[in-house]
């Protein structure tokens, strides 16, 4: 890929990079993208690049975002920006938002990987495994002339102080690569761009021998495809090597004004000889120093092989031990599963269960219908014949309705919650079972009461007796009308 293609890698304020825009020629939708988009490169020059500055919160999309939207003169979005910026949260946040992973830019048509390595933000922060992570299915996408992810990588080491920063790149997409494939590395490695360059030409042409080396490596077949002018990468190799071996060469001494052969040759030996003699006083001196620093690197390397071995044991018991759990829980499973009914009989027994259930409660509601009709005898018997206006064929007057109402309101009340009490009594006995009917009573007292189970032993007597004098104040003075429904009549 021609070099002039490609835009200048420049990480400064993104300020220049906003969009320049005309509040009046807007609509309300756009100025709030706008806006987002300006506060979201702003956040990114003043938190993304400083870790001091990590408590800062990102700005808020506004509602119904566009969020493969441009927000830079570029034509970049948001994921662009936050994949160049290596901030893996805004990242994870766009993607949830349905960032499309392998959109284009407006220029070159950079994907946001690309946008990634054009920039030294994930090597400084590490963070480009997890943007690779993010964005693996997107490493095969090329731009507008034709390039990989590669390619950028390589044209990036045009600066030596960048050399680390692409192979650490190279070395995070190989491994993730191997990880879905290896027919990925090598179709990706000999691919090449509008000029027939392969990434691993571009890294040599560049002088990045390291990337370079580290590509034909993985995909030697690379080395020897021919771009557009006939150049291999394995020629820049060689053409390498052998200027590299030419500078290396010692050169000749040069001869002195008026000095013969024999003084010359006379002159060499002598710097030779006190070359060597040089050397031998040199490793004699520090020929015991490295010995024992020698000696002490051996004892270092076998303490910590020791260390190693001994955590190994520890890692092998650790596991053993899992493994005996995870077996033993296996067992008790099998065991518990074995005991589970057919769930096909569930259905059956819970039929079985309701219909229990209802032929209780109709036997409580008939042992409750004797007892009231036993109850209401009594209390006719008590009750002066007199008060009752049966054999009477005139109707009640409007006072006398007004006053009974209260006692039908009362009186279907007491009914409803005779019923719900006749159907709690059935279930919880349905559930206890005969053994336990004295538990399920007392609980049932509790509730009425809204005592605790645990102080109706020391109670039992007083609420008897208490219960007892109601019942008998009751029959002496004969029906009350309820204190509330009298307040509400009154109002």
């Not at 590509?215 to 495809?225: S, T």
């Not at 303490?303 to 071995?309: F, H, N, R, Y």
């Not at 008897?464 to 009350?480: E, I, M």
Request: proline share 4%.
């Amino acid at each position: 890929m021609a070099e002039d293609d490609f835009l200048p890698l420049s990480q400064n304020s993104a300020s220049s990079r906003k969009r320049k825009r005309n509040d009046d020629d807007f609509t309300a939708s756009d100025l709030e993208h706008t806006i987002y988009g300006d506060e979201l490169l702003d956040y990114f020059v003043t938190a993304g690049d400083d870790p001091a500055a990590s408590n800062i919160l990102p700005p808020e999309p506004p509602a119904n975002f566009d969020v493969d939207r441009p927000i830079d003169n570029l034509g970049n979005n948001a994921l662009h920006w936050a994949c160049a910026m290596g901030d893996v949260q805004i990242v994870r946040d766009l993607l949830a938002r349905n960032a499309n992973p392998a959109a284009q830019n407006e220029g070159s048509r950079e994907t946001p990987l690309i946008r990634a390595v054009l920039f030294t933000n994930n090597y400084d922060k590490r963070t480009f495994p997890r943007i690779v992570q993010l964005l693996s299915q997107t490493i095969v996408e090329r731009d507008w002339h034709g390039a990989t992810v590669f390619h950028h990588i390589a044209e990036t080491a045009r600066s030596r102080s960048k050399w680390g920063c692409a192979k650490y790149y190279c070395e995070v997409l190989i491994n993730k690569m191997q990880e879905m494939g290896s027919n990925y590395v090598q179709a990706l490695l000999v691919s090449t761009d509008v000029n027939h360059d392969t990434a691993a030409l571009c890294a040599i042409r560049n002088g990045c021998v390291k990337v370079a080396t580290f590509l034909l490596n993985h995909c030697p077949e690379a080395g020897d495809i021919q771009n557009l002018k006939g150049e291999t990468a394995n020629e820049y190799l060689r053409s390498l090597r052998e200027k590299k071996d030419t500078l290396e060469q010692p050169g000749s001494s040069p001869p002195r004004a008026g000095e013969s052969f024999n003084t010359r040759v006379s002159r060499k030996k002598r710097q030779k000889e006190a070359i060597s003699r040089a050397a031998f006083y040199v490793l004699d001196k520090i020929g015991s120093v490295m010995d024992e620093g020698s000696t002490k690197i051996a004892e270092m390397y076998d303490a910590q092989m020791l260390e190693k071995d001994t955590e190994i044991s520890e890692a092998k018991s650790a596991l053993n031990e899992l493994e005996n759990q995870r077996h033993k829980i296996r067992q008790e499973t099998y065991s518990l599963m074995a005991r589970v009914e057919d769930p096909s009989k569930l259905t059956a027994l819970r039929q079985e269960y309701e219909e229990s259930l209802r032929e209780m409660e109709s036997l409580f509601e008939q042992r409750e219908h004797d007892i009231l009709q036993k109850e209401i005898l009594q209390q006719d018997q008590q009750t002066d014949p007199q008060a009752f206006r049966f054999s009477n064929s005139q109707p009640l007057s409007s006072e006398e309705v007004r006053t009974a109402i209260p006692w039908a309101l009362e009186l279907n009340r007491q009914q409803d919650l005779r019923k719900h009490w006749v159907k709690e009594v059935a279930r919880l006995m349905g559930d206890a079972g005969t053994s336990e009917k004295v538990g399920k009573h007392r609980k049932l007292v509790a509730i009425a009461t809204g005592l605790k189970e645990d102080e109706l032993d020391n109670m039992s007597e007083e609420l008897l007796q208490s219960l007892q004098g109601d019942r008998g104040l009751a029959s002496t003075n004969g029906p009350q009308t309820p204190p509330h429904i009298m307040a509400g009549i009154e109002a």
